[in-house]
């Protein structure tokens, strides 16, 4: 068993400052970061308990969004009145992404924090260069079925599990943080996750010691909101593709969309191209040109080659929800 120290933390500025100590950990619902303890892939020498901050309140916005604690439980936020009538895709998100236990202990940030559930990331006999920087990368050659087709590099092809980010993403969210000086930050969710390049064990644009606060939602975009997850098993299983869309129609036609997807990347995966070629497009029809947008550059890795094909279909099921609940 590994020595570590616990601490509760009284308060933001508390939390901050003790935890840009190297080693430390932030930990609320632990529902990852206690499994990842277990296996020794993390091994912090000061765990900072955060559940006594006041951080755990879904306010409305002057500009008439809503601002989401960093301790609001998952549970809480699926069922909150507000979410299910006006961010729907969040809500059905959430519900798709753990079981009931696990929600109401899992946090808002800790949900974005969460760590890649890679099996050889789980695996430390396998070399991965999340976990070991410079060991290598066993799932470029191993059974890679999870792993990501899309923003991967030589160094990793893991994927980002959130179900939450992914709706998160369709719907422009920002993080607020705190640093460890005292300063605060708005982080557009597009921005918060990094691509792992050269230095896959650096997951998000986080500095040591900062917090997030809350996570705060814009007013919903017109349209119809749907989310697909295509998983192994119906229950409670990570996705191997989702999808986060939103999408106004006209008649037959898409007058605008907007989709996320999940399983595809480090990190929600959209793209603004994708995006705008939803614009005149039969409701009904392939949506190739979006499919194309959204997956330029994708390259499968042999057991996840499936993933290109999938994602067009889900696509295609996504809108095919839009027009049944239209």
Known sequence: MRV?????????????????QAGSRFIAGGTNLLDLMKLEI??????????????D???????????????????T?????????????????????????????????????????????????????????????AALGGFNRMNAVLGASDQCIAVHPSDMAVAMRVLDATVETREATGRTRRIPIA??????????????????????????????????????KV???????????SMAAIVELDGTRIRSG?????????????????????????????LAAVGDALLAGARGYGHNDFKLELTRRILRAGVADARQQA
């Not at 993390?42 to 951080?55: A, F, W």
């Not at 989709?259 to 480090?266: D, I, N, T």
């Not at 793209?271 to 039969?282: E, K, L, S, T, Y």
Request: charged share 20%; aromatic share 6%; hydrophobic share 35%.
């Open 42 to 55: 993390e091994t912090p020498s000061q765990v900072l308990d955060i559940n006594r901050l006041q951080l």
């Open 231 to 241: 998983r192994d098993r119906a229950s409670y299983a990570f996705a191997l593709v």
């Open 57 to 75: 309140q879904i306010s409305a916005t002057e500009g008439g969004g809503l601002r989401i604690g960093t301790l609001v439980r998952n549970s």
């Open 191 to 228: 921005d918060f996750h990094r691509l792992p390049g050269d230095t896959p064990q650096i997951e998000t644009v986080l500095q040591p010691g900062e917090l997030i606060t809350a996570v705060t939602l814009p007013p919903p975009p017109p349209g119809i909101q749907v989310y697909r």
């Open 4 to 20: 570590f120290d616990y601490r509760r933390v009284q308060n933001e500025a508390d939390a901050s400052r003790q935890g840009v």
């Open 258 to 286: 907007r989709a996320a997807f999940g399983g595809l990347a480090h990190k929600p995966w959209r793209v603004a191209a994708a995006d705008q070629a939803f614009a005149g497009q039969a409701a009904d029809g392939d």
């Open 77 to 137: 936020l699926a069922a909150d009145p507000r979410v299910r009538e006006r961010y729907p895709v969040l809500s059905r998100a959430l519900l798709a992404g753990a079981s009931a236990q696990l929600r109401n202990k899992a946090t808002t940030g800790g949900n974005l924090l969460q760590r890649t559930r890679c099996s050889y990331f789980y695996n430390t006999a396998m070399p991965c260069n999340k976990r070991q920087p410079g060991s290598g990368c």
